[in-house]
């Protein structure tokens, strides 16, 4: 490990290009494989202008920044019967608009709700007679101001500031602030006007079509008016569930603000930053009645949630701080798949005897013969096969429903097994930097092991060690020796030659058969010490060929994986390196050379993330696969939060 290193519901769809050097790779993102809330973020579509005269159009528009495809979505008026609609274009690009006419014709004192193709409430708005002639429109921003009647004529496909009136009506200042869903099911309201508006008559609905809206002074505590800056607090009497919404409506019906988030997202709560006006992002504390704390995990529909999570932590399961943050690398490109970002595993799920705090799982690759087995280390010396069950990952009950402990050849030692990658013949190679019974001294080794062999102790069928490449890590303290193998990645030799590497051994292009004892492919093992990848040849005699070093441009690498949907091999690095993946290719000159350079989704912890693994081609849905990282310390955003006592995180990644 490292300690020692100074918005919502079903996705829709997504259209991005992941682009390398020589590469482009391009998809459609359908639902999450994790079954993660809305990776594209629907919640970035939202009405932006309705007339009920003029062929009563709709303008809808693109908050996010990404293309999201609407294929397939339907609207309601106030009879809430979805119905099919023909848009200008299926597709909305960033901060674009598409427009449509209403097939069910929009009338005085009507309603407008867009759903996706399941049926889930995107966005709706309200309004009272004669409110949508000439058009009603958000102003003060495109897709997130507040609702007024136009003043002049109606701007569909454009910018809604040419049409909005010099000032905006003093109750359209009043937003929803801050929700929670997590019992107490609380809605917070904010003024951000210069005097009291009057909420006497106003109304708020949940995402239930069935549901009727119900009176904010009815509600408890009961209350009419908002002073200027002032806040008003309440508890929904519909309660508020997962993938919902709350609509908030004046006296004569017209929406003033809503509000949608994901499962979990409003657990703790979710709230605006800056207060009262900004995006709307899960925070880690609630502040009802008082300015958001904006302490959470990033920004609604612009970065995505964090969705899941809950359970209590087991006795003994203590998760640890991290530790050795560092700064992203320059260059660095945002996290090209989806926003959002699921917790994948029970809480303290692996919990073993020799590490009952349950925390530093570490090395993760999934098993390309079996892209459902997710092969999982602990440092601690110990193998788990995960599979999923009820979209988390958990150890399989029909390999070890505990995992499996590991040992050096010969059956002795606990190996500080740090990195894991899946062969070319299916077996299981594990890297390891230290013999946990004596963590002074290291033991830079790669072991292969049979998953197919029975017991509750697994030995090695070959062991090959590099200790003494590394005589910078032999210094009698525990903090060098911990800084050894700490990731590795098996890449085929149909890769290496069909990219035209040079071989460092003979300068010429690499050649598999001089090689004859070492398999398909060569392992690539990475040094935590200086973010190095060291290649192998691993020979079945038990001897190694070494090919050389590799600089990945990082300080540390944690994880290392071959990508065959990118066809790049991958190095990770954690919160040492500002939390970044670096995609590596063969360059024209037939060396292995870094191409493009990775944050993780901005909503995920800024932890000891040291496991980095994605889901082989095969499993692609709609252009996008699933992507898991694993936390070393499970400390996620700390106590009370839906991440602590967690080991697993799943995303997805363009294909």
């Known amino acids: 490990m490292t300690t020692s290193h100074s918005r919502t519901g079903v996705a829709s769809a997504c259209a991005v290009a992941l682009t390398f050097s020589g590469l482009v790779a391009t998809g459609i993102l359908a639902a999450q494989p994790a079954a993660a809330a809305d990776p594209a973020g629907y919640q970035n579509i939202r009405i932006n202008e309705v007339t009920s005269s003029n062929n009563d159009t709709v303008e809808l528009y693109n908050t996010g920044s990404t293309a999201v495809s609407i294929s397939g979505w339907k609207m309601s008026d106030g009879g809430f019967s979805p119905q099919a609609f023909s848009p200008s274009s299926t597709t909305i690009p960033a901060g674009g608009f598409v427009t449509f006419n209403s097939p069910k014709g929009l009338g005085d004192a009507d309603k407008l709700v867009i759903y996706t193709s399941d049926g889930t409430v995107v966005d709706r ?36 500031a040419s049409g909005c009136p010099s000032s905006t009506p003093v109750a359209s200042r009043v937003r929803i602030n801050e929700v929670t869903s997590n019992g107490t099911d609380t809605v917070e309201l904010y003024n951000g006007g210069t005097s009291a508006v009057s909420i006497a008559s106003w109304k708020y609905v949940d995402g239930d079509t069935t549901h009727a809206p119900v009176s904010i002074s009815s509600s408890s505590p009961s209350a009419t008016s908002i002073p200027a800056g002032g806040y008003l607090t309440f508890d929904s009497a519909l309660g508020l569930g997962d993938n919902d919404s709350v609509f908030l ?5 017209n929406t003033i603000d809503s509000v949608t988030w994901a499962t979990d997202g409003a657990k703790p709560s979710d709230e605006r930053c800056a207060n009262g006006t900004g995006w709307f992002r899960t925070s880690t504390t609630a502040t009802p009645g008082a300015a958001n704390s904006c302490s959470g995990t990033g920004g609604g529909g612009q970065t995505g949630h964090l969705l899941g999570g809950g359970g209590a932590l087991t006795s003994g399961c203590t998760p640890e701080a991290p530790s050795g943050t560092g700064s992203t690398p320059a260059g660095t490109l945002a996290w090209p798949g989806g926003l959002d970002v699921t917790i994948a595993d029970n809480v303290c799920a692996f919990t073993t005897s020799t590490g009952p705090e349950g925390r530093d799982l570490s090395g993760l690759a999934f098993d390309p013969a079996n892209p459902s087995v997710l092969w999982a280390a602990k440092n601690k010396n110990w193998l788990f096969k995960l599979v999923k069950s009820n979209g988390k990952w958990i150890p399989d009950p029909s390999w070890s429903a505990t995992g499996k402990q590991i040992r050096f050849a010969g059956g002795t030692g606990q190996p500080d097994s740090e990195g894991l990658t899946v062969g070319g013949n299916g077996h299981i190679y594990v890297t390891s930097e230290r013999d946990n019974t004596n963590n002074t001294a290291p033991k830079d080794t790669i072991m292969e092991f049979d998953p197919a062999a029975t017991g509750s102790t697994l030995t090695p069928i070959h062991q090959w060690d590099m200790t003494s490449q590394f005589p910078q890590l032999d210094t009698g303290s525990k903090d060098d020796a911990n800084l050894g193998f700490e990731g590795v990645g098996y890449v085929p030799d149909s890769w290496l030659t069909a990219n035209g590497w040079i071989d460092p051994l003979t300068g010429a292009p690499y050649n598999p058969a ?7 492919g060569l392992y690539f093992a990475g040094l935590e010490w200086d973010g190095t990848l060291h290649v192998y040849g691993l020979n079945s005699d038990g001897t190694f060929t070494t090919f050389g070093t590799i600089a990945t441009g990082k300080t540390s690498v944690m994880d290392v994986t071959y990508d065959a949907g990118t066809q790049r091999i991958i190095a990770t690095c954690d919160n040492t390196c500002g939390e970044t993946h670096t995609f590596l290719k063969v360059n024209t000159a037939g060396a292995i050379v870094p191409d493009v350079t990775y944050t993780n989704p901005a909503v995920m912890p800024v932890d000891n993330l040291e496991g980095f693994a ?28 839906t991440s602590y006592g967690h080991s697993l995180y799943s995303g997805t990644f363009p294909c």
């Open 125 to 160: 708005v309200d309004w009272a007679t004669g409110g949508a002639k000439p058009a009603i429109a958000r102003c003060g921003g495109d897709g997130t101001g507040a609702w007024v009647t136009t003043t002049t004529a109606a701007t569909f496909g454009a910018p809604n």
């Open 249 to 253: 409506l004046d006296g004569n019906g």
């Open 514 to 520: 001089n090689y004859p004892l070492h398999g398909s």
């Open 614 to 641: 994605l889901a082989p081609p095969s499993t692609c849905l709609n252009g996008f696969r699933e992507a898991v990282w694993s936390d070393d310390g499970i400390y996620g955003f700390g106590t009370g939060t």
